[in-house]
């Protein structure tokens, strides 16, 4: 019973070899000339930004990434650790310089930033590629958002409708249920390819998501990209880079994607370290510019393709680091995107699950793409809750005489009912026509 799927493999394996084109140029190596942390700068070796190189040591090998020259010399950034490594190491490029390995066989397996899997599942075999940083289109062949979105999550598909190739947020700071919320947006949503990046997350949050969300009929449209915190800078640079450009592999194919991306932060974090290696001063508080320029591509690679008629719907985390709003990578984020929901530290604490700011969040096509009367019910609920949460003090202490303001009358009179709209369990899943007609109800009530 083994002899069959051992074929298999051998086959897939030897068509692979047979496509290859045999390269007949002279091998090419420079020297490892010194070591400053994960910065090495090589002798002898003139290669692309973005080349991988192994470098030979005693006992095997290490990769690393090209990302810039000085004095003659080609800079390099470790993929792995500098243990074992010495003066005057061979360095060997490898693969085609800003390239990165796509297709359907990725389709229901879990990579790492290289492509290479992390699912003990074998090996990808493919030969299709694309560029890392993506294939730059016209302005004008970008079209409109037209379709809503379904989230599955009742307060966003209400209040915050989003729609099919925007780009959106989840801002909030560390421990409010970003993940959370990103985990019930993942279980509801329904896209033809699901593409998610863990970029700098902790690798237990990894396996409980490739445990909860590479099962059933799930599994052969998804793919995860995983490239935990302990991981080189550029790795998760990499990372984030592999996940979009599966992305608009498939948008290419005219499929509508969903990208997850976990978490933008992490991807401006890895950026500021590989800018300070290279002795591009701090700006805006430690960051500088093309660290915040990384994020900004990245974002602006996800959208409608007019030409192909696919689509990627890009949901990105953005850590606001001490909940301050304002954090540059924050700031960076909601000027490009084109809807955010921000979670509150203070409705978390009262035990309102997602923990949505509904008065701070917002969605810019919403008005585009849904019903004039669903908009009125919209605003008169963000009205209401705006109210309540302006007042709340007073309200708690007793010093609002009821009649004074009809308006927050009816929120503390429905306060309980709004409350309960937002929150939602984590494994519940509520369709956009459900969500529409409970806000009608509530509202019209």
């Known amino acids: 019973m083994l002899m069959g799927p051992t074929f298999s ?14 390269d007949f140029t002279p091998a090419r190596y420079g ?36 990302i810039g020259f000085r004095n003659g010399r080609t800079l390099m950034m470790l993929l792995g650790d500098p243990v074992l490594l010495r003066p005057g190491a061979r360095v060997r490029p490898e693969g085609r310089p800003g390239m990165v390995p796509v297709g ?25 590629e694309w560029p890392a940083g993506g294939i730059r289109a016209a302005a004008l062949d970008r079209s409109p958002v037209r379709e ?15 729609g099919i190739g925007q780009r959106i947020g989840i801002m909030a700071g560390s421990g409010v249920g970003k993940s ?12 033809e390819i699901v593409i998610v990046g863990l970029i700098g997350e902790r690798a237990r949050e990894v396996s409980d998501f490739v445990e909860r969300h590479m099962q059933g009929s799930k599994r052969e449209r998804s793919v995860v990209v995983a490239v935990p915190a302990d991981h080189a800078p550029n790795l998760r640079i990499r990372g984030a880079m592999m996940a979009t450009a599966l992305a608009e592999y498939f948008r290419a194919q005219g499929k509508r994607v969903l990208l997850i991306m976990d978490s933008l932060t992490r991807v401006a974090h890895a950026g500021r370290e590989i800018a300070l290696l290279l002795g591009e001063p701090g700006a805006a508080r430690g960051y500088p510019p093309s660290a915040l320029a990384t994020i900004t591509k990245l974002v602006e690679r996800a959208g ?21 709003q304002d954090d540059p990578v924050v700031d960076t984020a909601r000027s490009i995107l084109d809807g955010h929901i921000v979670l509150s530290r203070d409705l978390a604490q009262r035990g309102q699950y997602p923990a949505i700011d509904i008065a701070a969040s917002l969605s810019r096509v919403m008005n585009d793409i849904t019903a004039p009367e669903h908009q009125r019910a919209a605003r008169t609920f963000r009205a209401l809750v705006a109210s309540y949460e302006a007042n709340r003090d007073l309200v708690l202490m007793g010093a609002y005489r009821s009649g004074a303001d009809p308006q927050l009358d009816r929120a503390i009179a429905m306060h309980e009912a709004l409350t309960g709209f937002i929150s ?22």
């Open 304 to 324: 409608n393709s007019a030409e192909s008629g696919g689509s990627v719907t890009g949901l990105y985390t953005v850590l606001a680091d001490g909940d301050n």
């Open 180 to 191: 959370v919320l990103l985990d019930m947006i993942a279980h509801g949503a329904e896209a």
């Open 31 to 66: 020297l490892l000339a010194a070591c400053d942390g994960g910065m090495l700068e090589v002798s002898g070796l003139s290669v692309p930004i973005g080349t991988q190189c192994r470098i030979a040591h005693g006992s095997g090998s290490l990769t690393a990434e090209t």
């Open 148 to 162: 809503s979105f379904d989230t599955g999550v009742r307060a966003l598909n209400a209040l915050t409708t989003f």
């Open 9 to 22: 493999v051998l086959d897939r394996a030897l068509d692979s070899l047979a496509l290859c084109e045999p």
């Open 424 to 445: 939602q369990p984590q494994r519940e899943v509520v369709s956009m026509a459900a969500s529409v007609a409970a806000l009608s109800q509530l509202i019209g009530a």
């Open 104 to 128: 359907e066989a990725f389709l229901g397996r879990a990579i790492d930033g290289e492509g290479k899997p992390i699912d003990g599942k074998g090996p990808i075999h493919n030969r299709r």
